[in-house]
């Protein structure tokens, strides 16, 4: 049986000085377009390793420490608390109702073509930040990316 998943996450959005933002598509859900989230492996796991593992995990980006990306990935020190789908609640322990997402952001030098993982996402976009803000699925997604001038360079 695989473990349950752990109800702290994070959210990545991954942009450019321009403020163009890469957004994923589902595997698992039609039209469902994000930005790079996932849980920690771990409750101990620190919040930047988690944000550096799911970027690379989902998109091929190497922004952990070490990378030349490492110093562009920027906790913006905010968290959404939301109800999960019930579509998903099966992947979390019996009772758990509520995420705790907090917000990252990664600024690329330009559009990069990701390398998806198939199992995860099936396609990606960049978009101009307020149209990607549009085409999110998730309101706190949508949410984040509408902040994204507060914390671009």
């Known amino acids: 049986m695989r473990p349950y998943k752990i109800p702290e996450s994070v959210l990545v959005v991954i942009h450019t000085p321009a403020l163009d933002v890469l957004?994923?598509?589902?595997?698992?859900?039609?039209?469902?377009?994000?930005s790079v989230t996932g849980s920690k492996d771990r409750a101990e796991e620190p919040l930047a390793l988690t944000a550096s593992r799911e970027v690379a995990e989902e998109?091929?980006?190497?922004?952990?420490?070490?990378?030349?990306?490492?110093?562009?990935?920027?906790d913006w020190q905010l968290r959404n608390?939301?109800?999960i789908y019930p579509r998903w609640r099966a992947r979390y322990a019996p009772g758990v109702t509520h995420n705790?997402?907090?917000?990252f952001?990664?600024?690329?030098?330009?559009?990069?073509?990701?390398?998806?993982s198939p199992h995860e996402h099936t396609a990606w976009q960049w978009l101009p930040y307020r149209q990607a803000a549009d085409a999110c699925f998730s309101p706190s997604n949508a949410e984040a990316i509408l902040l994204l001038?507060?914390?671009a360079e």
Not at 59 to 74: F, K, P, W, Y
């Open 105 to 116: 952001g990664l600024c690329v030098p330009q559009r990069i073509e990701p390398r998806l």
């Open 23 to 34: 957004l994923i598509q589902r595997a698992d859900a039609d039209n469902f377009w994000q």
């Open 81 to 83: 608390v939301y109800e």
């Open 100 to 103: 705790t997402e907090h917000l």
């Open 149 to 151: 001038p507060q914390f």
């Open 59 to 74: 998109t091929g980006i190497e922004c952990g420490e070490g990378s030349a990306l490492a110093s562009r990935l920027v």
